[in-house]
């Protein structure tokens, strides 16, 4: 049973539902995994820190070409985007 609840935003859901039905599949499993623990890079979940906003550090998990870049509050984990490498971290300086 996950240890973090997993909440997507609407961007995230949007850009989650746009992805091809295989890669959608590949993501939404590695999304499920962070509930486990959202911190620790694992065989199947490459995580790496990216930067500080405030208090919260900023994350991304590594799905093939896609990113998905997310914070931690509490036992949630908040999901903010959902994208190909190129377009992920634009924005975000």
Known sequence: MPSYEIL?????KRQLNE???DRRQRVVTALRRLGE???TPRPGVDIRKLWQEGDLPMYRLRV???RALYFVVGREVRIT???RRAVAYRGHD
């Open 19 to 21: 992805l091809p039905a």
């Open 81 to 83: 985007r959902v994208a």
């Open 8 to 12: 997507l935003s609407a961007t995230a």
């Open 64 to 66: 093939g070409v896609y």
């Open 37 to 39: 623990d959202p911190f």
